[in-house]
């Protein structure tokens, strides 16, 4: 993932020096967001910090190097992508604190069934009074 999406941005910055139209940085931010939506799911926490950034700057350099030229059309399609963006990370943070309570859920099963267990072992031994 990471080779990747670092490829991706080296390409677009290429592009950039070399002077290309709003068109290549749609497309690449387009690209973009199909990337993280087909990696995102096994995204580390640095992965993602990685992917802001790169997300961050194609707004950024769409904005300012070609605002005056963006269509209304254009204009959609970028909320379009910062939207879809923004549901990715949303569903990774989501499905990460799932994992956390899931793994809290089988923590607390565990303990109580050690206890029952406990308990249970403390009457079954227990001499009679």
């Not at 020096?17 to 690209?31: M, P």
């Not at 992917?51 to 399609?77: A, P």
Request: glycine fraction near 4%; aromatic fraction near 8%; proline fraction near 1%.
């Amino acid at each position: 993932m990471k080779m990747g999406c670092s490829l991706l941005m080296l390409c677009v910055l290429l592009l950039c020096a070399c002077g290309e139209n709003k068109e290549v940085y749609l497309n690449g931010f387009s690209k973009f967001v199909d990337q993280v939506r087909e990696e995102g799911h096994t995204y580390t926490e640095a992965d993602w910090e990685r992917s802001h950034k790169h997300h961050n700057e194609f707004v950024r350099i769409l904005n300012q190097r070609f605002g005056k030229e963006l269509t209304e059309s254009d204009r959609i399609t970028i909320s379009k992508l910062k939207g879809t963006y923004a549901a990715l990370k949303i569903k990774s943070e989501a499905r990460k604190m799932q994992e956390i309570l899931e793994a809290e859920n089988q923590n607390i099963l565990t303990s109580d069934s050690i206890a029952n267990e406990e308990i249970f072992l403390d009457e079954a031994y227990r001499e009679p009074e």
